[in-house]
């Protein structure tokens, strides 16, 4: 079975130009989420999704950040314009939907690294 | 709030000896607690997870207990290999957030 799969696995921009990552899902899973790792520090949730709808995106920069997930499948982040502070790993992952606020195992990708300069 | 705290790294061992990484967290109520492993160029993966007070996660030679008396989940093994060189993470989840809480990370390295 594929697991998450990101692309790029690397970006290297300057700073105030766009990028976006894509990532899609393990088939079957409701559930995506974007984290951002900095350098030396654990993943932080952006934005999670139930199907195509944003469900907690409280962390998410919405002045340059934008997700989406058309037809609650693939999905794309985007950084317009990006900054020097947005160097860092992110990482998408899926799971099965919660049931009754239970934990379902979140699959992770392999992450997309972003350095701005 | 929800937060996990981790043993700073990195941490260099040699190969078989005894691993140790600390986790305590900060959380109301009953978290699940869990250990993610990030190999070298990999994805985060479950390594294991305790979901109540007392209950121990293991797999592949490592464990964990679930204290909630301390408040902790650390990581253990008895003899580590080379093979074990990553980066471990300590997370909680908490009900009703439905969202992961990492700590730091722990770099380990085993060498022969």
């Known amino acids: 079975e594929a697991g998450v799969v990101q692309s790029p696995r690397y970006k290297i921009i300057e700073k105030k130009q766009p990028v976006a990552f894509w990532c899609n899902p393990i088939?079957?899973?409701?559930?995506l989420y974007w984290y951002r790792q900095n350098l030396g520090q654990g993943p932080e949730l952006l934005i999670r999704y139930e199907n195509e709808e944003a469900v907690d995106d409280s962390q998410l920069p919405k002045d340059r950040f934008s997700a989406e997930r058309l037809k609650g499948v693939d999905s794309t982040l985007k950084i317009q314009p990006a900054e020097l502070g947005d160097s860092a790993v992110y990482l998408c992952?899926?799971?099965?939907?919660?049931?009754?606020?239970?934990?379902?195992?979140?699959?992770f990708g392999p992450g997309t690294r972003l350095t701005v300069l | 709030g929800n937060s996990v705290t981790q043993m700073e790294g990195p941490v260099t061992l040699s190969e078989e000896a005894f691993l140790t990484i600390n986790c305590t967290y900060t959380a109301t109520g009953y978290p699940s607690l869990f250990w993610y492993v990030q190999y070298p160029g990999e994805g985060l993966q479950l390594l294991l997870k305790a979901t109540k007070a007392d209950d121990k996660g293991s797999n592949k030679g490592f464990e964990a207990t679930y204290r909630k008396e301390t408040t902790s989940f650390h990581l253990e093994k008895g003899s580590v290999q080379v093979s074990d060189s990553a980066v471990y993470f300590c997370?909680?989840?908490?009900?009703?957030?439905?969202?992961?809480?990492f700590g730091t990370g722990t770099r380990l390295t085993v060498i022969p």
């Open positions: 997370a909680l989840w908490k009900t009703g957030a439905n969202n992961l809480f």
């Open positions: 088939s079957g899973h409701n559930t």
């Open positions: 992952a899926s799971s099965l939907a919660p049931t009754s606020g239970g934990y379902n195992e979140q699959f």
